[in-house]
Structure formats: C-alpha cells, structure tokens
C-alpha cells in the first residue's frame, strides 16, 4: 500500500534524542514513505540523533545550528548533494534561557529577549529561505512549525516562549501569503503540553499537564504520536487546500473559555 508521502525528501530540524516531540514526527514521514533527513545541534546531541537515524531505512544526520547562515547554508548544500532537494520541511526548535522562564515576564532582559525570538521565531524564516527554491524547483512543497497555546494566552512560566510563539504564529501567516504562488503552504500545530526535555524546564509543567486533561473536552493530554500523524496530514496532498492555519492537536483544550 503506498504511503502518502512516497517519493518525497523531508528534512526534520529538532530532534535531539528520542523523547523530541520531533522523532515521533520523523518516524511517522517514514512510515508513510519519506526519506527523511534529520538534522542536530553540536557535538553533545550528534551521536544521538545519528543513532536515531540509522534506525530509519534511508535517513541522514546533517549537523546545523540555524543561529548559524554559514550553517544553514551547508545543511542545504548537503540536502542537494544527498537528495538532490526537498520537499518538505518540519521545524520543531524553540529556545529560551531557563533564567527568561522564571519570574515576570517584566524581568527579561534584552539578551534573552534576542536569544528566543531569533532561534525560536527567525529560524524558520532562515531556513524557508533556503527551502523555497529547492521546493519550488521540485513543483511545490510544504512547511510545518510547532507552537504553542502560550502565544495566544497567557501561561504561568512561559514568559518570553510566549512572546516568540505569537511572533510564530504570524510568521507562519506571512510565509504562507508570501509562498502560495509558488505552490509552498506552511502552517503551524500548535500540540498540547507533551513531556520532553524543553518542557520539563518550564515550571510548572506537570501541574498544568495533569489540568489539561482534567478540563479539555477530551479528556486527555496530547500524545506526541497524534502531533505527528497531523504533520503528516499536513504534509501530504490531503491539506494540498490548507495553508497558513494554526491547528490545535490538544485534546481541545484550546476552547475552554474558564478552567
């Protein structure tokens, strides 16, 4: 049975270890017949990821840290000498200093300020940069960020997150507005509270886990496999008439008025 994205290149930017909500995503483009391409950050996390990609039938490790144009540039460079393009493109990298995610919002500095918006928000814009002749090259493609319910409300200890999820958000609208000529759509899942590594940093997690599924009509927390079945859809000719939308995988949490 062929799968929905048989034949097509997709590069994955996120996945530091098995529990980034970015490897179940990575896994799911496979399963549906994507060559999938990751890419890491440094030393600390390359044996990693290049495990992780051995797993998969086909897929590479690239080294790039998109804080970095040099960087940015060669993962592309290497995309065309292994794949010859790309078609699609995930972007699940979000970064804030621990300190930014403590206290007020009132509190945090310019530095940490430029830190989150520029990986957390401007990444995406540096790599569709890249990403956008290749797909056009290719007839057309797709892009999907993750986000977050804080960049439309207020949430305890996401401060400066929140600020650079918003800025996302309509980053995702401008892109789409700007690449649907080209036959390029991108859009933004923004997944309910999910435990990795990031989201343990921000205080507070599990209490709001465990509210979450308390009160969303579902019932339930998110699970990281229904945000990659959803990138998936995104991806695929299935959402070939969706672009520049926000969709909430959170157990519909989203829609609560009061909690």
């Known amino acids: 049975m062929a799968g ?3 034949g097509k290149v997709a590069l994955v930017l996120g996945v530091a ?7 179940p995503i990575a896994q799911a483009l496979h399963r549906e017949g994507a060559r999938v391409l990751l890419s890491y950050q440094g030393d600390r996390v390359e044996r990693s990821v290049r495990q992780l990609a051995e797993s998969l039938d086909g897929a590479i490790a690239l080294p790039c840290d998109v804080g ?6 060669s993962l592309f460079e290497a995309i065309d000498r292994e794949a010859g393009g790309v078609d699609a493109v995930v972007h699940s990298i979000a970064f804030a200093p621990t300190e930014a995610l403590d206290g007020a919002y009132l509190a945090t500095s310019r530095e940490a300020f430029r830190t989150s918006l520029e990986v957390s928000v401007y990444s995406l814009t540096a790599v569709a940069q890249r990403a956008v002749p290749r797909m056009e090259a290719r007839g057309g493609g797709s892009i999907v960020t993750l986000t977050y319910l804080g960049g439309e409300r207020v949430v305890p200890h996401y401060n400066v997150m929140g600020v650079a999820k ?17 036959n390029i759509r991108v859009n933004a ?4 509270p999910i435990s990795t590594a990031s989201s343990r940093a ?7 886990a465990h509210r979450t599924a308390e009160i969303a009509p579902l019932r339930r927390t998110t699970t990281a496999e229904e945000v990659a079945d959803t990138t ?3 991806l695929s000719h299935l959402a070939r008439g969706v672009t ?12 609560v008025g009061m909690a």
Do not use: T
């Not at 899942?189 to 309910?192: E, F, L, N």
């Not at 921000?202 to 709001?208: A, E, P, R, S, Y």
């Open 166 to 182: 918003a800025a996302l958000d309509m980053s995702v609208r401008y892109l789409a507005a700007d690449l649907g000529a080209k």
């Open 68 to 73: 970095d144009d040099s960087q940015i540039d």
């Open 4 to 6: 929905l994205l048989d």
């Open 202 to 208: 921000i205080k507070g997690f599990l209490q709001m």
């Open 189 to 192: 899942i923004s997944a309910g």
């Open 17 to 23: 270890n098995r529990f980034s909500i970015a490897w």
């Open 232 to 234: 998936v859809y995104l």
């Open 244 to 255: 520049g939308e926000v969709i909430h995988v959170d157990s519909g949490y989203h829609v």
